[in-house]
């Protein structure tokens, strides 16, 4: 079956580091999605994207952030600068329409 | 813009019996999605069940069933027959059906422990 994959699984970066978080939607599918889930918390929208271009974007989502879909296959998000609070698990989801989301196994970014 | 609750922190249930894990959201909308996700400790978050607003009959997944309560905007889910490997956190989540060409966002609760004993 196919899944959404993520990598790396664990990034340690610095405060003000740029990391990029990589993800592989399942291959047919169209929409794509991160969301983040600091620990304890609820998972949060970041943004979504559509035919090469952001659909919407939460508040969270700010000038620190951006997404990509370099090629055919992978979809980044970049957090340019990264700072203590930027520290969470962040899940890539994809879906073929308007149904339902598949989510990766997530990648855990600590900021330190 | 929506919100969806999830009252119940924790619960906890006995292998082989049934809980009940509670939803309520709040829209304008008339079409919309909503979802069970599953989280366990590996933390990848698992499709557990979906429902589409327009369906009157409660959607069902093997041992996982929800009652659906359109106007009272609620969206329970029932586990039936529990088993170990159910034990992880549950999340509610809303989607909005409106169409427009876009991607739409899942708006998620803030999730149910669950703990399955022997």
């Known amino acids: 079956e196919p899944e959404v994959t993520q990598t790396p699984s664990h990034q340690v970066t610095q405060m003000g580091q740029e990391v990029i978080l990589r993800c592989v939607p399942i291959?047919?599918?169209?929409?794509f999605y991160w969301y983040r889930q600091i620990l304890g918390q609820k998972v949060e929208f970041l943004v979504s994207?559509?035919?090469?271009?952001?659909?919407?974007k939460s508040e969270i989502f700010d000038d620190q952030f951006s997404v990509e879909r370099p090629d055919g296959s992978n979809f980044t998000l970049k957090i340019r600068s990264t700072k203590l609070e930027d520290s969470a698990m962040y899940f890539c989801?994809?879906?073929?329409?308007?149904?339902?989301?598949?989510f990766g196994p997530g990648t855990r970014l600590t900021v330190t | 813009a929506q919100t969806v609750t999830q009252s119940q922190p924790e619960m906890s249930v006995q292998e082989a019996e049934t809980v009940t894990l509670s939803c309520t959201y709040d829209?304008?909308?008339?079409?919309?999605?909503l979802f069970w996700y599953k989280q366990p400790p590996s933390r990848q978050m698992i499709l557990v069940i979906r429902?589409?607003?327009?369906?009157?009959q409660n959607a069902t997944e093997n041992r996982f069933s929800v009652n659906f309560q359109k106007a009272a905007k609620s969206f329970s889910l029932k586990i039936s027959d529990s088993q170990l490997g159910d034990a992880a956190m549950y999340f509610c989540?809303?989607?909005?059906?409106?169409?427009?060409?876009?991607?739409?966002?899942?708006?998620f609760g803030t999730g149910t422990r669950l703990q399955v004993t022997l």
């Open positions: 429902q589409e607003a327009y369906k009157q």
């Open positions: 989801a994809s879906s073929r329409s308007q149904y339902e989301q598949y």
């Open positions: 994207f559509y035919n090469n271009e952001i659909s919407e």
């Open positions: 291959s047919n599918h169209l929409y």
């Open positions: 989540a809303y989607r909005s059906a409106i169409n427009t060409g876009t991607a739409s966002k899942l708006t």
């Open positions: 829209t304008s909308e008339s079409d919309y999605y």
